[in-house]
C-alpha cells in the first residue's frame, strides 16, 4: 500500500474533497463535540476546514494536521490521492490500527514537530520505504529495525556521528538518501556489501577522507553519487577511486576539498557519465583533452577550482553536452572551433576566466542557447550578430568588445538579462531595444511551491533547472563603455526592467519623460553621462525603486517631490551630486521660482516624444501604485545588484 505520494500528479481538487471525506469516515472521536464530525463535509470548501492547510495557489491541501485530537480508527488508504499533501502531522492519536500494513511511510513534518524514535516503527515490519525530514531522528546506536527497506530518506534530521548501524543493516536499499544529517566518518567501511544501491545521495554531511579505493567494488550496481558539501580529501582526484565504472552515471563531488589534476584516464574510470559536477574544489592542472571522450556527458559542472590552460580543442566532440560550466577558473586561450558541435547547449558559463580572441563564428551552431555568460575574461571583437535567439541571458561584461551594438540583438525577445558592462562600445543605444519583449512584463516574483529537491532526486526528475528563468530578476547593463547619443525612449517601452544601468557613458539628452511606465525598476543609474534638462517628476511613479544614481551629469531644475523620491535612501544628496544646476531638497542649493515646474507639464511634453498614449487610465494606476516600495527596500539592503543576479543565474542551473 502506498501510503502518501508526493509527486504532483494532476488530480483535481474534488479529489481532494473525496479522499478527505473518506479519510473522515475512517476515524472517529469519542469527543461527540469534536468540530471534525460537523467541519468536514460534503459541498463545504475544505481549505477553511479544521486541520487543513492548502496551497495558495491551488485548492489543493498541501498540509493534515491533527496531532493530540484524541482520534482512533485507521487512516484510509485514500491518503495517497491527496499528491499536494507535504506535511502529515497526526502524532498522538491512536490511529495506529492499520500502519503496520505500511509499506511506504513519508512523513515530511514541520521542522519543531516532533522526534522520532524506535517505538514509532515498532510494528512497521513491512515497511520498503521511510521518508522523513526535518525530525530529530533519536534512536538507539544499537536499535535493530523490524524492517529492511528499499528506500530511505532521510533530509535535515541531525542524526549525527557516524553512518549509522541501523542503516548499515538495511542490505537491501537501493536507494538511500540523507542528506544534512549531521553524519561524520570516512566511507570506507559502511557500504559494504549493499550490492542493491542505486542511488547514494549524502549531499551536506561532514564525512571525511578520500572516496575509498575499492568503492566501484563496494557499490557495482551504482548510478548516482552525491556527495557534494562534505570534506572529501583526495590529494589526487579521485585516480585510485573508481576503475571502470561503468554503471556510474551521475558523480557530484562539489565543495569538498579535492585536489591535484583530472587523470588522463578519467574518461575510463567513468566511461558512462552523464553528469560530473566537481566544482568548488581545489583541482588544478588543465582540460585533458581524453574527456573529450565522456560523450555521454550532458551536464559538467568544473567550476571554482584552478584549472589552467587552454580548452581542449576537441570540447565540441561532447555532443550530448547541454550545459557547461567552467566559471572562475584559471583557463586561457580561445573558445575552440568545435563548440559548435556540441549543438544542444543550453547553458555555456565561461565567466571568470583568462579567455581571449573573439568568439568562433561556430557558436551559431548552438541555437539552444538559453544563457550564455563569458563575462570577466579577456574577450575582443565586435559583439556578434548571429547569437542563438533562445537567449534569455547574455552576460559579456568585463572583457573589451568593441563597435556597436548590433541591432540584432533586439531580435533576442526572450532575453531577461543583457549585461554588456565594461566593454569599449561604441555608437549609440539601437531604438529597436524596445523591441526586447523578454524585458516588457515583469511578473514579479511569486514564490512557486518547489516539490523538493527530496521528490526530485528520488524519483528521477533531477533536472530542475528547467524552471523558467525568474521574470524576477530583468537587468539590462550597459555601463562603463564609450557609448553615445541620446536615450532613445523607446527604452521605456521595456516596462519590466528591474535594473537599468547606463552609467559611465557619454549619453546626451534628456531623460525620457515616460521613464515613469517602467513600473517594475528597482535601480536606476544614469550617473556619469552628459545628460541634461529637468529631472522627470515621473521619476516619482517608480514605486518599488531603490536605488537611484544621477550624479555628475548637467540636469538641471528642481528635483522632483514625490513619495518615491523621498522614501529612497535617498535624503542621500550624493545621488544628485555633479548636477551643478539642480536645486531643492535633498541638495542644500534652493530653488528660485522660476525653476519650480509644476509637473503636469512633463507629462504633456511627452506627446512630442511619439507618446501619445498617456491617458487617465494611466494617470490613476501611477497614482495607486506609488507607495509600494518599502516592502522591497529590506532586499536591496541585504543584496547589491551584482549579487542578486549572481544568486539568480545560480539557481537557473542548480535549481
Ligand atoms: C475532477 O475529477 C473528477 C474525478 O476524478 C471528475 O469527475 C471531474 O470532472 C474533475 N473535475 C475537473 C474540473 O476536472
Ligand atoms: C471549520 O472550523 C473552522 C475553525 O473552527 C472554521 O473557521 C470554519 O468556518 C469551519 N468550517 C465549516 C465548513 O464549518
Ligand atoms: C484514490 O485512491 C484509491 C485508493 O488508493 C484509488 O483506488 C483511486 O483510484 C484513487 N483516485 C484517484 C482519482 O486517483
Ligand atoms: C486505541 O484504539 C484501539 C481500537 O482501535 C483501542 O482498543 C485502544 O484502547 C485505544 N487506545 C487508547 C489509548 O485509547
Ligand atoms: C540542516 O539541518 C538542520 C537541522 O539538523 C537545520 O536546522 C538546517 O536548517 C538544515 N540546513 C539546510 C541547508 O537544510
Ligand atoms: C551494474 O549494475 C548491474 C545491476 O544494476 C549489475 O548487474 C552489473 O554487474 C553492474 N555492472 C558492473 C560493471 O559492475
Ligand atoms: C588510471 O590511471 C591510474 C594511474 O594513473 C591507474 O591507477 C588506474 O588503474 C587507471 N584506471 C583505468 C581505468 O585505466
Ligand atoms: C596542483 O596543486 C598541487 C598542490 O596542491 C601542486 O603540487 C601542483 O604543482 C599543482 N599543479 C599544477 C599543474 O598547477
Ligand atoms: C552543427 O550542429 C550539427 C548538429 O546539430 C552538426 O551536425 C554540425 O556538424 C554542427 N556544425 C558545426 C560547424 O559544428
Ligand atoms: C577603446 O576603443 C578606442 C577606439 O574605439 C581605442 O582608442 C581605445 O584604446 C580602446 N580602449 C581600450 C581600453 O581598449
Ligand atoms: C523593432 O523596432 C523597430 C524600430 O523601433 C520597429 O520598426 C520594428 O517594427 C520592430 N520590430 C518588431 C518585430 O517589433
Ligand atoms: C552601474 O555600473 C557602474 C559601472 O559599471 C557601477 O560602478 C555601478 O555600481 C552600477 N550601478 C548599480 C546600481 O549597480
Redesign the pocket.
Known sequence: MKVLCLAASPINSSTDEHSLLAIKSHIFTSDPNY?LA??W?VG??FC???GITCSRRHPRATKLSLPYSGLQGTIAKEIGNLSFLTILDLTMNNLSGQLSNLETLDVLYNPLVGTVSEDHFAKLSKLLELSISSLKFKVKSDWVPPFRLQVLALESCNIGGQFPQWVQMQKELERLYMKNCSISGTLSNSFDNYKNLIYLYLSNNHIQGPIPNNFSQMLPSLHRLYLDQNNINESDTLSNSFDNYKNLTYLSLSNNHIQGPIPNNFSQMLPSLQLLYLDQNNINGSLPDSLCEMTSLYDMDLSGNHLSGNLPGCLGYLHKLEILKLSSNEISGIIPNSIGGASLLLFLNLNNNSLTGELPFTLKNCTRLVVMDIGENMFSGNIPKWIGNNLQALRLRNNKFYGHIPSEICQLYKLHILDLANNNLTGGIPNCFGNLSGMVVNVHYEDYINYGSFDEVLKGQERNYFYPISNYLINLDISNNNLVGKIPWELTKLSGLVGLNLSHNHFVGRIPKRIGHMESMESLDLSNNNLSGPIPSSLSDLSFLSHLNLSHNNFSGQIPTGRQLQTLDHDDPSIYEGNPQLCGAPIPKKCEEASMVPSITDNHVAANEGDNIIDDKVLLSIVIITGFATGFWGRWRQASFEFAEERIIRRLFRG
Do not use: A
Open positions: 468540530p460537523s467541519n463535509s463545504t470548501d477553511t476546514s479544521i
